[in-house]
């Protein structure tokens, strides 16, 4: 049974720097495709960043720079650090799965709220 846990979200000022965590259960992270999603109201959600299996990472451009997607394997567990936020960063942030690199991700947390007050 996979399942994807993330505990909880945050609020921040604009400039300031937020930590989301995800964990996985029943998904390894060191053999599956694992990324971070958003979205903001009256948005479609959109893809943040991504991580390989072997920890290659891809990010948006509306974060690079400022965002670190990041994984302990030995945990099975995901993070993204989130620097210099600015209230365009206000959205749910979903984690997500998939076992390969060529399919839709399958598996989701059901999303946390980080909300930027400028």
């Known amino acids: 049974d996979q399942r994807i846990l993330e505990p909880g979200g945050g609020s921040a000022q604009a400039g300031g720097s937020l930590r989301l965590s995800c964990a996985a259960s029943?998904?390894?992270?060191?053999?599956?495709?694992s990324g971070w999603f958003r979205k903001a109201p009256g948005k479609e959600r959109e893809e943040v960043a991504r991580?390989?299996?072997?920890?290659?990472?891809t990010y948006a451009d509306y974060v690079k720079d400022r965002f670190t997607n990041s994984k302990k394997d030995a945990m099975n567990t995901l993070y993204l650090q989130m620097n210099n936020v600015n209230s365009e960063d206000t959205a749910i942030y979903y984690c997500?799965?998939?076992?390969?690199?060529?399919?839709?991700?399958?598996?989701w947390g059901r999303g946390t709220q980080v909300t930027v007050s400028s």
């Open positions: 997500a799965a998939k076992y390969r690199v060529n399919e839709d991700f399958r598996y």
């Open positions: 029943g998904i390894t992270t060191i053999t599956y495709y």
């Open positions: 991580i390989a299996p072997v920890g290659t990472t």
